[in-house]
DNA sequence: CTGTTAGCGCTTTCAG
DNA sequence: CTGAAAGCGCTAACAG
C-alpha cells in the first residue's frame, strides 16, 4: 500500500507538498501538481482515512444504537439518519442492540474511545436502566416518550393516542377497549394517558378492565382480541398501540364472526405498510420515521460540533389516518 | 482526554508498561497492575480506539452496501451480518447507496482507504455497472442471482421459482401469468427462467404474452393484474416476483369480483411479514434473510483473514410455503 | 511555493 | 519485569 512518502519521492517532492496538493490545491504549483497527479496515479495512492482520522482525532462517525434493525420503523429512521449523516460527512456506525445492555455499553464505549463522535439512541428512556446520558457523549434519543431527559426527538403519543380514541367516541364508541404495550414501556404509558384523557373529556369513565395488556407483537393481540371476545359486555372499539396488535386482532374477531367496522371498530398506531394492504385497511396514526431520524442526526450533528440546540426536546407532528377499520357505533 | 502517558505519569511508570498491562496483564506485577488499575480509574482513562486502530492499521469494520435500508428484507440480512460481525469484533459501517452508483463508489473508497477492511453488497450483480470485485477490495455479494462473480451467498431463485410454477402445474392450471421484476434485473432473469422451466418439463410453451413486466412495487402490481383482467383468454394462475406485486395483484383480482384461490391462485416471493396476515393469505417462498446476512458475514471475515474460502458461492435452501393464495384449477 | 520537522496515542522491539 | 525509543501515515507550523 502506497503511501504519502511514496508520492513524494516519486514526485521528487516532500510530503507536506503533496498533503497541500491534496488539501489546498491552489497552494502547490501547477507543475507540480500535475507531477503529484502523476505519481499519485502511478502508485495507485490512496490516503490511509485511518490515520487522517488518528491525526484529526475526529472519526466523522455517528453510531446508531438500535434494539432491533429488522423492524420497519426502525429502518425508516436509521434511513433518514443516513441521510443527513452522508450530507455531512459522517459514516453510521450501525448497533444492533437485540435488547441487551451489555451491548449498548459497548457502543457507548465507542463514543467514549473516540471511534466514534457521538450517539443516536431509538430505544424508548427506561427510568430505571438509562445508560445515557453521559459527560462527554454527545447523544440524541430518537422516538422516545415524554420525559425522556436530555436531547431528544419524537412525535407526541400521548396527543396521538388521545386524537384516535376521540375519533372512536366521535363515532358513538362508548366502550372503547385498549390493547396496550408492557405496562412499564414508556410508550403505553404515554398512549395509556392519552386514551385517558380523551375519556375524561368525554365524561367516559375509565375503567382497567378494558386494558388488555400486549407486548407490541401479532401474538400478543390475537390473544388479547380473544380475552375480549368472551367478556360479558364487550366493548365496540378498540384501540391498539401499534398496528401489528391491531390487525392480530381485527384477524381474530373476524374469526369469531365480527364484521369490521359494522360490528366492531379496531385503530392501530404506526401506519406499518401492511396497514394499507389488510382487509379492512386499518385506520392508524403515522409518525415521521425517516423525519425523525433526519432531525436527530441533525441535532447529534450540531451537538458535536459544540453548538447547543436551542431546544432540548423536538416534537414532530404526526398523521393521523382514518381508514376502513373504524366506523360508526350502530 | 486522558492518554497512556498520564496514566503511566500518574502510576510512575512507562507507557509501555501500561500497554502491556491493557493487553498481556500477566506480565507486569500484580503491585504494579494495583497502581495501574488505580490510575486509569482516577484519571478516566479510556484507551483512544482511533489509534490503537491506525497503529494496527486495521479497522476491524465492515461496511454493508444496500440499496434502501427501510426494506424488511434487507433489514433482516443486516440483522445478521451485525451479529455475526459483533461477534468477531467487527463494527458495521452502514452504507445506504439510494440507487446511486457515485454513493457506491463512496463506500468502496472506505475500504481502500483503511477505513473499513471489506465490504458486502446488497445489490443484485448488473453485468453493465459492476464495481465489484476490485483487487484489494475483500467484497462479497450477499442475495444476489446466479452469474456474480467472485464470493457471493444467495438463494437458488430458478430452482424456488421452478418449484412455485410447478406447484401451480401441480394444482391443474395451464395457462400461468407472470408478473415480473424489471426485464433486466438479475432476479427477473433467474425467475423467469425458473418459470420456463417448469412449464417445459410439464409441456406446456412458453407465452410471452402472459409475462407482464412489474417493478417490485405494489402500484406495478395492481395495473399488471389490471392488464390480465382485460386478456382475452386470461390466465388462471399468477406467479408475481415478489410479495409486495402479489398481495398488490390479489387486491386488483378481487376488485374485480374474482374469488382467490377459486377462480384465480396467485403466488408470490418473498415472504415478507405481511404475507401471512393479507386476505387470503399468500403461497410464497421465504428466503432466509438472517441466515444470507450471517453467512455473507462469515464469509467476509475469512476473506479478510487472508483465508480463502472453499467456495465462492453459498447457496442456501429456500423454503416453499404453501397458503391459502392458490388452489385447484376449476 | 516548498522542505523540514514535530507530534497525534499507541504498541513493540530491544536492552537492561 | 520494566524503560527507552522508534515508528505507523498524516498534517501543520515554521523557516527558507
Same mark, same amino acid.
Given at each position: 500500500m502506497a503511501t504519502i512518502k511514496d508520492v513524494a519521492r516519486e514526485a521528487g517532492l516532500s510530503t507536506g507538498t503533496i498533503s497541500k496538493a491534496l /488539501? &489546498?490545491?491552489?497552494? @502547490?504549483?501547477r507543475k507540480n501538481q500535475v507531477k503529484i497527479e502523476a505519481a499519485i496515479k502511478k502508485l495507485n495512492y490512496k490516503p490511509n482515512m485511518l490515520a487522517q482520522k488518528f491525526r484529526a482525532s475526529t472519526s466523522k462517525t455517528l453510531v446508531v444504537m438500535v *434494539? &432491533? !434493525?429488522?423492524?420497519l420503523f426502525f429502518a425508516k429512521v436509521i434511513s433518514g439518519i443516513e441521510a443527513v449523516a452522508q450530507a455531512a460527512g459522517f459514516s453510521v456506525l450501525l448497533g444492533d $442492540? +437485540? &435488547?441487551?445492555l451489555e451491548r449498548e455499553r459497548e457502543f457507548i464505549r465507542m463514543v467514549e474511545t473516540r471511534l466514534a463522535d457521538g450517539l443516536i439512541n431509538l430505544r424508548p428512556y427506561y427510568k430505571d436502566e438509562a =445508560? =445515557? *446520558? !453521559? +459527560?462527554g457523549v454527545p447523544s440524541v434519543t430518537a422516538s422516545s416518550s415524554s420525559g425522556t431527559p436530555s436531547y431528544s426527538v419524537r412525535i407526541d403519543n400521548v396527543a396521538a393516542s388521545e386524537k384516535i380514541v376521540k375519533h372512536l367516541i366521535g363515532l358513538g364508541h362508548k366502550r372503547i377497549g385498549v390493547i396496550s404495550? =408492557? /405496562? /412499564? %414501556?414508556p410508550h403505553t404509558i404515554d398512549r395509556l394517558e392519552g386514551y385517558k384523557k380523551a375519556l375524561s373529556q368525554a365524561g367516559i369513565d375509565y375503567d382497567e378492565d378494558l386494558v388488555v395488556e400486549g407486548d407490541f407483537n401479532y401474538w400478543s393481540g390475537l390473544s388479547a382480541a380473544e380475552q375480549f371476545c368472551q367478556m360479558? %359486555?364487550? *366493548? $365496540?372499539a378498540f384501540f391498539c398501540m401499534n398496528d401489528e396488535m391491531a390487525i392480530a386482532a381485527m384477524k381474530g374477531f373476524i374469526d369469531k364472526g365480527?364484521? !369490521?367496522?359494522?360490528?366492531l371498530s379496531v385503530a392501530g398506531f404506526d401506519?406499518? &405498510? @401492511?396497514s394499507r394492504y389488510v382487509v379492512p385497511t386499518l385506520t392508524t396514526v403515522a409518525q415521521p420515521a425517516e423525519k425523525i431520524g433526519e432531525k436527530a442526526a441533525e441535532m447529534l450533528i450540531s451537538l458535536i460540533q459544540g453548538d447547543t440546540p436551542k431546544s432540548e426536546e423536538v416534537i414532530l407532528p404526526f398523521e393521523f389516518i382514518i381508514r376502513e377499520s373504524t366506523g360508526p357505533f350502530q
Open positions: /488539501h &489546498d490545491p491552489q497552494k @502547490v504549483s *434494539p &432491533d !434493525i429488522a423492524n $442492540t +437485540k &435488547d441487551s =445508560l =445515557l *446520558p !453521559i +459527560k404495550g =408492557l /405496562h /412499564h %414501556n360479558p %359486555n364487550m *366493548p $365496540t365480527f364484521c !369490521i367496522p359494522q360490528d401506519d406499518m &405498510d @401492511v
